[in-house]
C-alpha cells in the first residue's frame, strides 16, 4: 500500500487518535539500530522510511529475482474505547510484558527510559484529525 498525497480525504477512516507523546520527526535510526525496549511511537497518518545502500548487497545473479522481508517487532495498539488505555499512547510496551496484564505491570527494574526524553517530543492530542478548511 503506498500513500496517494494527492487523494486524501477531510477527515481519516479512524475516529480516535491516541493522546501522548510520540517521536519526534526526523532521523531515528538509533531507537531501530538494536532489539531493546527502545521505540519509534508513531501515531495516526504517521509514516517512516527505511533506506539501505543496495551496493552493499552481493550482486544479483542474472535471471533471479531479488525479495527483501522486514522483520519487525513492535506493538500495534488497537485506538479504541473498548481496549485498555486506548485513547492514550501510553502505558509503553516493554519486552518480555504479559500481553494480557497490559498496562497492569511495571516494567522492569533495569528498563533503561532515556530514549523517551530524548525521541518523544511531540504531543499529539486527543482530537479527530481533520483537515483544515481552505
Not at 6 to 31: H, M, N, Q, Y
Not at 32 to 52: I, R, S
Not at 60 to 80: C, I, M, N, Q, T
Request: aromatic fraction near 12%; proline fraction near 10%; hydrophobic fraction near 35%.
Amino acid at each position: 500500500l503506498t500513500p496517494d498525497y494527492e487523494r486524501v480525504k477531510p477527515s481519516p477512516d479512524w475516529r480516535i487518535t491516541p493522546a501522548g507523546w510520540c517521536t519526534r520527526f526526523g532521523d531515528v535510526r538509533e531507537l531501530l539500530d538494536q532489539k531493546d525496549n527502545a521505540l519509534v511511537l508513531m501515531n495516526g497518518g504517521d509514516e517512516l522510511t527505511l533506506a539501505f545502500q543496495e551496493s552493499a548487497l552481493p550482486p544479483r545473479p542474472e535471471g533471479f529475482d531479488r525479495v527483501f522481508f522486514l522483520y519487525s517487532v513492535g506493538w500495534d495498539k488497537d485506538a479504541d474505547f473498548h481496549v485498555r488505555h486506548g485513547t492514550t499512547v501510553e502505558p509503553l510496551p516493554f519486552h518480555g510484558m504479559n500481553d494480557q496484564l497490559y498496562g497492569l505491570e511495571p516494567p522492569p527494574a533495569d528498563y533503561d527510559d532515556s530514549w523517551i526524553r530524548k525521541y518523544n517530543t511531540r504531543w499529539v492530542g486527543p482530537l479527530t484529525i481533520r483537515q483544515a478548511s481552505r
